[in-house]
Nanobody
């Protein structure tokens, strides 16, 4: 079963930055829309950012617009989430996910999650 692998989480101070990476080993992610979700304790999961296979469609949650940037390197089967201006409310487990089309709602592949903590 294909599983995505996230990395790059950790502790950042408010206003700081982190860059998350998502690797899709043995998986042709180039054809898939890649997205980042997050789940904080006691809160509903949130779709943070998405990028279509060729990068022609990109979308962000309102809560992260202007601070987070999604990108991908199809030659390496990698997706990234650059997080700047981190706020305490950004703290969550971040998950990478992939679906077959920008227009589909079901995500077929998920990572195990990486913890992001924002604190002094």
């Amino acid at each position: 079963q294909v599983q995505l692998v996230e990395s790059g989480g950790g502790l950042a101070q408010p206003g700081g930055s982190l860059k998350l990476s998502c690797e899709a080993p043995g998986f042709t992610s180039v054809l898939h829309t890649m997205s980042w979700f997050r789940q904080a304790p006691g809160k509903e999961g949130e779709l943070v950012a998405s990028m279509s296979s060729r990068g022609d469609f990109i979308d962000y949650a309102e809560s992260v617009k202007g601070r987070f940037t999604i990108s991908r390197d199809n030659t390496k089967n990698m997706a990234y989430l650059q997080m700047n201006g981190l706020k305490p409310e950004d703290a969550a487990v971040y998950y990478c996910a992939a679906k077959e089309s920008w227009w589909y709602s079901t995500y077929l592949y998920w990572g195990q999650g990486t913890q992001v903590t924002v604190s002094l």
